[in-house]
């Protein structure tokens, strides 16, 4: 939409842009939580963590919270960037001058199911965790949240509601930003989220949300109070391709990453100094050469300091010298700078003008 608009693009630019921000949001929420129930459960399986936070009211709140805003519902953050982009769809329809574009009038109704699956599965998730009854007590888990996670859920809880309630003093400011990055144009009025043209697009989603909700997972998927996986194993996307996909990858990333870190260093280290080496050596037996055929003895060559000081091997028990174990050869250092990287690059497009 960026692209087709042109330089009426300043919605898809700032749906654009917004929506990263806002998924990255809820995000930083929801696996948070993930890692929670995780921690306290020990499992992954829906079926066995029905009725997981049924006496827990806080884990509820920090968690319906980022659900609905990913579901688009009007008044958070998630129906910002979703109202833009939805209205980008629109205003390409009008801008083509087609009376009935069936393409683009597709594209936009795609784009409500989807949005509706969202919530469907959102719905799912929270009734399996808040309203389903299990087989097990979690009420006898005890603490299950440190405070410290506690207050930063809330705190993320809080600025997703007012990034919501107030989206033409914070939202359109940040969207701002990076608005030139993507060669957004400037708007002309500021945008008006909560008329009714807008909240009725949100509607139509969350609507088909609740009827699939309703209709599939419920009625369909729901049975005997377990939740039912038509798809037999064997066609299981997961298991036939993403795993599989995965650990296929993973293994090329570490032979990769094994050359990678050891054949510059044996470059830098033992090839090229060898080769030096050994062009040293023959230089030395020439010399001794000549020497004894020119003085009639053989000249035997002593080191001196400088030669002692550029012995690696020199005072060293072992004969080969120690592999360099520290912290900036350690994953977490490695991490640590991927992290940097990402920060880099986001503060670039943020700040880029």
Same mark, same amino acid.
């Given at each position: 939409?960026?692209?087709?608009?042109?330089?009426?693009?300043?919605?898809? =630019?700032?749906?654009?842009?917004?929506?990263?921000?806002?998924?990255?949001?809820?995000?930083? #929420?929801?696996?948070?939580?993930?890692?929670?129930?995780?921690?306290?459960?020990?499992?992954?399986?829906?079926?066995?963590?029905?009725?997981?936070?049924?006496?827990?009211?806080?884990?509820?709140?920090?968690?319906?919270?980022?659900?609905?805003?990913?579901?688009?519902?009007?008044?958070?953050?998630?129906?910002?960037?979703?109202?833009?982009?939805?209205? $980008?769809?629109?205003?390409?329809?009008?801008?083509?001058?087609?009376?009935?574009?069936?393409?683009?009038?597709?594209?936009?109704?795609?784009?409500?199911?989807?949005?509706?699956?969202?919530?469907?599965?959102?719905?799912?998730?929270?009734?399996?965790?808040?309203?389903?009854?299990?087989?097990?007590?979690? =009420?006898?888990?005890?603490?299950?949240? %440190?405070?410290? $996670?506690?207050?930063?859920? /809330?705190?993320?809880?809080?600025?997703?509601?007012?990034?919501?309630? #107030?989206?033409?003093?914070?939202?359109?400011?940040?969207?701002? !930003? %990076?608005?030139?990055? &993507?060669?957004?144009?400037?708007?002309?009025?500021?945008?008006?989220? !909560?008329?009714?043209?807008?909240?009725?697009?949100?509607?139509?989603?969350?609507?088909?949300?609740?009827?699939?909700?309703?209709?599939?997972?419920?009625?369909?998927?729901?049975?005997?109070?377990?939740?039912? *996986?038509?798809?037999?194993?064997?066609? $299981?996307?997961?298991?036939?391709?993403?795993?599989?996909?995965?650990?296929?990858?993973?293994?090329?990333?570490?032979?990769? %990453?094994?050359?990678?870190?050891?054949?510059? !260093?044996?470059?830098?280290?033992?090839?090229?100094?060898?080769?030096?080496?050994?062009? #040293?050596?023959?230089?030395?037996?020439?010399?001794?050469?000549?020497?004894?055929? /020119?003085?009639?003895?053989?000249?035997?060559?002593?080191?001196?300091?400088?030669?002692?000081? *550029? *012995?690696?091997?020199?005072?060293?028990?072992? *004969?080969?010298?120690?592999?360099?174990?520290?912290?900036?050869?350690?994953?977490?250092?490695? /991490? #640590?700078?991927?992290?940097?990287? &990402?920060?880099?690059?986001? %503060?670039?497009?943020?700040?880029?003008?």
């Amino acid at each position: 939409m960026v692209c087709l608009l042109g330089e009426h693009n300043v919605l898809a =630019a700032d749906g654009t842009i917004l929506h990263i921000v806002n998924h990255s949001l809820v995000k930083m #929420m929801l696996f948070p939580i993930a890692g929670i129930i995780h921690l306290t459960s020990h499992t992954y399986d829906l079926n066995e963590l029905r009725g997981f936070g049924r006496s827990k009211p806080l884990l509820a709140v920090v968690m319906l919270v980022p659900m609905l805003s990913l579901s688009g519902l009007p008044f958070l953050n998630g129906y910002v960037s979703k109202t833009l982009l939805h209205e $980008s769809i629109v205003e390409l329809i009008h801008e083509s001058n087609v009376p009935v574009n069936w393409v683009l009038t597709g594209v936009e109704w795609i784009f409500l199911f989807t949005g509706g699956l969202t919530f469907a599965y959102m719905l799912k998730l929270f009734f399996c965790l808040f309203i389903d009854k299990g087989n097990r007590d979690w =009420a006898l888990n005890g603490e299950y949240m %440190a405070e410290g $996670s506690a207050a930063t859920l /809330l705190t993320y809880s809080t600025l997703l509601i007012m990034l919501g309630l #107030m989206p033409n003093d914070t939202m359109d400011t940040i969207a701002s !930003f %990076a608005r030139p990055f &993507l060669s957004g144009a400037i708007p002309d009025h500021e945008i008006d989220y !909560f008329s009714w043209v807008n909240i009725k697009g949100s509607l139509y989603s969350l609507g088909i949300g609740t009827v699939i909700f309703v209709v599939i997972v419920r009625k369909l998927l729901y049975r005997k109070g377990v939740y039912c *996986d038509p798809i037999p194993q064997k066609f $299981s996307i997961e298991m036939g391709i993403y795993r599989p996909a995965l650990k296929w990858l993973g293994q090329l990333f570490i032979v990769a %990453a094994t050359l990678v870190d050891c054949l510059p !260093f044996r470059l830098l280290s033992q090839t090229i100094p060898r080769y030096v080496r050994a062009w #040293m050596t023959g230089l030395s037996h020439v010399r001794t050469h000549l020497a004894s055929k /020119l003085m009639g003895e053989e000249q035997m060559a002593h080191s001196n300091v400088e030669q002692v000081a *550029d *012995d690696y091997h020199f005072a060293f028990y072992d *004969d080969e010298p120690q592999k360099p174990i520290g912290f900036v050869h350690s994953l977490a250092f490695g /991490l #640590m700078l991927t992290g940097f990287g &990402l920060c880099f690059c986001l %503060a670039f497009i943020l700040l880029h003008k």
